[in-house]
């Protein structure tokens, strides 16, 4: 008899081929919400999860019995409860290395729209101001030859520097658990206390994952060591930063602006004051968001769930 799959991402025609090839599959469109009800209605026959985005809590996983693995379509596992998976012998997978370069681009892309207003300028040309050349209110900053520093300086902050020192020439920073040689070597950066860090940098780029250590890590204390001229970028997890001291920072001119493509609460109610900043281009966590690295993804967390179900170690298994 087929295992059977609960599924709450929706897949291309030839994965949910693949995937349907091996296992029952149950489709839930929207499981924090609407689909709420279907999904725990499925739990209890489900040998398999394969989704991301959803808060698995221990009332959910109490409704699934029989689960063997869950397979995150996601390099961030801050949605699960690692040890009591563990506990349960339920196996977690992710998908990392496939979304690293994409999520880099879009790091970068936050680094070049924050310098150069480019969302700003690009609303004004659109909102029909363009009546003359513009003048030094309208100037950004360069990127090219500034400081970039980056904290969490794994598979994506590498990524991140290798942009930035080969394609704009600039130093880099980085602050991390321990120092990197093997980057310090290619990128001639180097690893600094944080506080040190905070204050040597011009752009400041959050790409680390979010744990109990890293909640709250920069506050209005990390936000004051940083100069006016600061833009800060996170395309981490929003909860790494406290969001309330940023909107301050960023509307008392404590730095220049924000890149931010993840929030404390996502979507990012449309009340929010960053939405009122022209010092703010906001994304719709879109770091890994292309055809391409999200079929890759995709692929990625089909082939490791199919592992676990079929016994075997799946590549990306994240409990220890
Ligand atoms: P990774 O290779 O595991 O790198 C994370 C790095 O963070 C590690 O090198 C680690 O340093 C460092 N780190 C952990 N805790 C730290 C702390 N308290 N202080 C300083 N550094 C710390 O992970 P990755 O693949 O680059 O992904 C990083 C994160 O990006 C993910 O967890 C996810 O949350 C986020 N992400 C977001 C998007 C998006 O759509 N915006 C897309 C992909 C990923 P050590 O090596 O020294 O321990």
């Given at each position: 008899m087929k295992k059977h799959v609960v599924l709450y991402k929706k897949l291309s025609p030839a994965l949910l081929a693949r995937l349907g090839d091996q296992v029952d599959v149950t489709y839930i469109e929207?499981?924090?919400?609407?689909g709420l009800a279907r999904l725990r209605e499925a739990l209890?026959?489900?040998h398999g999860l394969l989704g991301a985005?959803?808060?698995?809590?221990a009332a959910l996983l109490d409704l699934?019995?029989?689960?063997e693995a869950v397979s995150s379509?996601?390099?961030?596992?801050?949605?699960?409860d690692i040890a009591d998976l563990t506990r349960r012998g339920v196996q977690l997978t992710n998908t990392p290395d496939v979304l690293t370069e994409t999520t880099a681009d879009t790091g970068f892309a936050l680094i070049l729209a924050t310098a150069r207003r480019v969302v700003e300028l690009a609303n004004l040309v659109r909102d029909g101001h363009w009546t003359a050349s513009v003048g030094p209110t309208h100037f950004g900053t360069d990127v090219h030859g500034k400081t970039l520093g980056i904290i969490g300086m794994g598979r994506i902050g590498e990524a991140l520097a290798q942009r930035g020192h080969f394609g704009f020439g600039m130093p880099v920073i980085y602050h991390s658990h321990s120092p990197k040689p093997a980057v310090d070597q290619r990128f001639g950066a180097r690893h600094c206390g944080l506080d040190e860090f905070l204050q040597e940098a011009d752009f400041i780029c959050l790409t680390l994952p979010l744990t109990a250590e890293t909640t709250?890590?920069?506050g209005a204390r990390e936000l004051e060591l940083m100069g006016p001229d600061s833009i800060f970028i996170n395309i981490?997890?929003?909860?790494?930063?406290d969001e309330k001291a940023l909107i301050h920072a960023l509307q008392t001119g404590q730095i220049r602006a924000a890149g931010l493509?993840?929030?404390?609460?996502?979507?990012?109610?449309?009340?929010?004051?960053?939405?009122?900043?022209?010092?703010v281009v906001a994304t719709p966590?879109?770091?890994?968001?292309?055809h391409e690295t999200r079929e890759a993804m995709a692929r990625c967390a089909v082939d490791n769930l199919l592992a676990a179900l079929r016994g075997d170690r799946p590549q990306n298994l994240v409990n220890p």
């Open positions: 929207d499981p924090a919400s609407d209890p026959q489900a985005s959803l808060k698995l809590d699934a019995p029989h689960l379509v996601s390099v961030g596992v801050d949605n699960y709250g890590l920069i981490s997890r929003g909860k790494v930063v493509d993840v929030f404390e609460r996502e979507p990012l109610e449309p009340t929010s004051p960053l939405l009122t900043l022209d010092n966590h879109i770091g890994s968001a292309t």
